[in-house]
């Protein structure tokens, strides 16, 4: 989506729904510079290796796996 549509959507939305609009945005833009941040940190050594793990698992053979939620969640239940 461009900055265009955007200011477009924004020029429709009745006036008082501005100041939530705005809030919204600050939200957004805090958020993605958080996780910007948090890209550049190295995974603490629990973390790598519980990936590690999970990434063992996922190419044993041997553990059931799924290849979507609805299958999971029938196993679940059966």
């Known amino acids: 989506m461009s900055y265009e549509a955007v200011l477009e959507q ?12 705005s809030d919204f945005i600050d939200f957004i833009v805090s958020r993605h510079e958080k996780q910007k941040a948090g890209n550049q940190e190295e995974p603490t050594k629990q973390l790598a290796s519980a ?3 999970a990434l063992q698992i996922s190419k ?3 553990v059931k796996g799924f290849n979507t939620t609805k299958e999971l ?5 059966a």
């Not at 969640?73 to 239940?77: H, I, K, R, T, Y």
């Open 10 to 21: 924004i020029k429709a939305a009745p006036e008082e729904c501005l100041d939530e609009i």
């Open 73 to 77: 969640f029938e196993d679940l239940n």
């Open 51 to 53: 990936m590690l793990e």
């Open 60 to 62: 044993d053979p041997s």
